[in-house]
């Protein structure tokens, strides 16, 4: 039972370059989520997606773009990464609207380095 | 605009003694949960105990429990006979019960566990 998987687990880009996470649940949650962590600052949402087809910002959605690719996938792009951006980012799922709220089942992350 | 805090950054414990993790929280909302998770070294987000505000008896998992005092908007974290693979960033976090799941994290403890 693979749960929440996130790819890559690690990598480094230059400004200015883009790239796609990926995250893909099999627990056929409704629901989907993107946040960062930072030191000190704990994680905060980027985006996330009640259900398929729909997208919504959260705290911090500035030079992020998401894409709910189907119930499954839930995908994060960074069009033009900044150093800003340096961060571990974590995919999260749960069942969504009107469920129990059991709590989130989160991938094992993505340590980001932008130089 | 709901928010949680978390005012011990670091702590420290002896191994097979207890220690209590703080957490309060702000929220306008009727009915809402409340989440401690742990991440280990690993990186990876651990679910260790989760509270439905509108129910007064304390959640209990194994070692660990909570205070819920609904009235102080205080949600702690005890746990007992520590041992050393509890060493980890504790994060506490808020949900509305209400639309999606969006989750409210605080800033996070850091526990250190000695032997």
């Known amino acids: 039972n693979a749960g929440v998987t996130q790819t890559p687990k690690f990598q480094v880009l230059k400004t200015g370059q883009s790239m796609t996470l990926q995250c893909a649940q099999d627990m056929n949650h409704n629901s989907m989520y993107w946040y960062r962590q930072d030191p000190g600052m704990g994680l905060r949402l980027i985006y996330y997606?009640?259900?398929?087809?729909?997208?919504d910002k959260g705290e911090v959605p500035n030079g992020y773009n998401v894409s709910r690719l189907n119930k499954r996938e839930f995908s994060l792009r960074l069009e033009s990464a900044a150093p800003s951006q340096t961060s571990v980012y974590f995919c999260a799922s749960s069942e969504g609207t009107g469920a129990t709220n059991y709590g989130y089942t989160f991938g094992s992350g993505t340590r980001l380095t932008v130089v | 605009a709901q928010t949680v805090t978390q005012s011990q950054p670091e702590m420290s414990v002896q191994e097979a003694e207890t220690v209590t993790l703080s957490c309060t929280y702000d929220?306008?909302?009727?009915?809402?949960?409340l989440f401690w998770y742990k991440q280990p070294p690993s990186r990876q987000m651990i679910l260790v105990i989760r509270q439905e505000a509108y129910k007064q008896q304390n959640a209990t998992e194994n070692r660990f429990s909570v205070n819920f005092q609904k009235a102080a908007k205080s949600f702690s974290l005890k746990i007992s006979d520590s041992q050393l693979g509890d060493t980890a960033m504790y994060f506490c976090?808020?949900?509305?019960?209400?639309?999606?799941?969006?989750?409210?994290f605080g800033t996070g403890t850091r526990l250190k566990v000695l032997a």
């Open positions: 929220t306008s909302e009727s009915n809402y949960y």
């Open positions: 997606s009640a259900s398929e087809g729909t997208t």
């Open positions: 976090a808020s949900s509305t019960t209400s639309g999606t799941y969006k989750y409210i």
